[in-house]
């Protein structure tokens, strides 16, 4: 079955850092995979999305990279804002009509 | 407010006692689907509808569990006799495309 880990359960960064965070998966060639941002209390918002034929996509001040052969994701985040603290979520799709979540960071920036 | 809406926002029941949410979706969203999500983990699917069609269900879905989405608009998920371990926030969540899924608030469990 799939399994995804995400780098660090919470990463502190200083306002104006570049945060990294990383998304490792195993046992699954996924066509695509999606970041998405979550505040307490509230649902997933969907971020980026990037596919297997796509080294890097980016948004704003969000960059996303996915390596099929290392099978990771980085997300970035330049130029981090307080406003920027949230969890961030990986996701897979499946192949079914579903997404595999990974179990998210929790980024904090520090102003 | 044309998000995707879920009621209630909080439920507390006690142990054995049924429940019922409800999801609103996007109204032009055919693909509607249920996630549970307990604290420090990452959403896990339920249950997937196009339009009033049920096509998938996981294995966390047990006998317990029923959702339904009639007319292939709103959806309801029902537990019956709550055990404890049912504690967790219950996400909807609907889409257009097998991608980007919009999801809801949630309605967030409490079992006594």
């Known amino acids: 079955s799939q399994k995804i880990e995400q780098n660090s359960e919470a990463l502190n960064i200083q306002e104006g850092k570049t945060a990294t965070l990383t998304c490792n998966y195993t046992n699954y060639s996924p066509a695509y995979l999606q970041w998405y941002r979550q505040d307490p209390g509230r649902g997933p918002v969907f971020l980026l999305l990037?596919?297997?034929?796509?080294k890097e996509k980016r948004k704003e001040r969000l960059k996303v990279t996915f390596d099929t052969t290392l099978k990771q994701s980085l997300f970035h985040i330049t130029a981090s804002q307080p406003a920027d603290s949230a969890t961030y979520l990986c996701a897979l799709e499946t192949g079914a009509n579903n997404l595999f979540f990974g179990t998210g960071t929790r980024l904090t920036v520090i102003p | 407010d044309t998000g995707v809406s879920q009621d209630p926002r909080h439920k507390i029941t006690k142990r054995g006692q049924n429940v019922t949410f409800r999801c609103d979706p996007i109204s032009e969203h055919n693909r509607l689907y249920w996630y549970r999500q307990t604290l420090g983990q990452g959403p896990e699917f339920l249950t997937y509808f196009q339009n009033e069609a049920q096509l998938e269900k996981s294995r966390l879905l047990s006998d317990r569990f029923s959702a339904e989405r009639p007319k292939g608009s709103f959806s309801t998920l029902e537990i019956q006799r709550t055990e404890q371990g049912d504690s967790a926030m219950y996400l909807c969540?609907?889409?257009?495309?097998?991608?980007?899924?919009?999801f809801g608030p949630g309605t967030r469990l409490t079992v006594l």
């Open positions: 969540a609907s889409s257009s495309s097998p991608v980007e899924q919009f």
């Open positions: 990037i596919r297997e034929n796509e």
